[in-house]
């Protein structure tokens, strides 16, 4: 059993930055690609990005692309979610999730556990 618990969310400005964390419990967090989804009022929950068990690769969605950085901390069994130049259409509530595989990481039955999330207002 994996607890992932998100945090750093809150309201910014257009072009802003804010960093998310999540923290999981266990020991075999190292064992887990991880990845952030987001969900907006209204829209289905959609991939961010992910990050393979060992941190070496990486994936984005293309609307992140060069704006969003994920990494990890397997010591501190904690990725983060890096997010700059934020616009208005990021606003959603972000997830952080826990896979056992790394073949779906894109969709969200791809994964085996999922925090609670925390929400990301972009002000324009």
């Known amino acids: 059993q994996v607890q992932l618990v998100e945090s750093g969310g809150g309201l910014v400005q257009a072009g802003g930055s804010l960093r998310l964390s999540c923290t999981a419990s266990?020991?075999?967090?190292?064992?887990?690609?991880m990845g952030w989804f987001r969900q907006a009022p209204g829209e289905e929950r959609e991939f961010v990005a992910n990050?393979?068990?060992?941190?070496?690769?990486?994936y984005y969605a293309d609307s992140v692309k060069g704006r969003f950085t994920i990494s990890r901390d397997n010591a501190k069994n904690t990725i983060y979610l890096q997010m700059n130049n934020l616009e208005p259409e990021d606003t959603a509530v972000y997830y952080c999730?826990?896979?056992?595989?790394?073949?779906?990481?894109?969709?969200?039955?791809?994964?085996?556990?999922w925090g609670q999330g925390t929400q990301v207002t972009v002000s324009s």
């Open positions: 266990g020991r075999t967090f190292s064992t887990y690609a």
């Open positions: 999730a826990a896979s056992r595989g790394q073949e779906y990481f894109r969709v969200v039955g791809g994964y085996n556990y």
């Open positions: 990050i393979n068990w060992s941190g070496g690769r990486t």
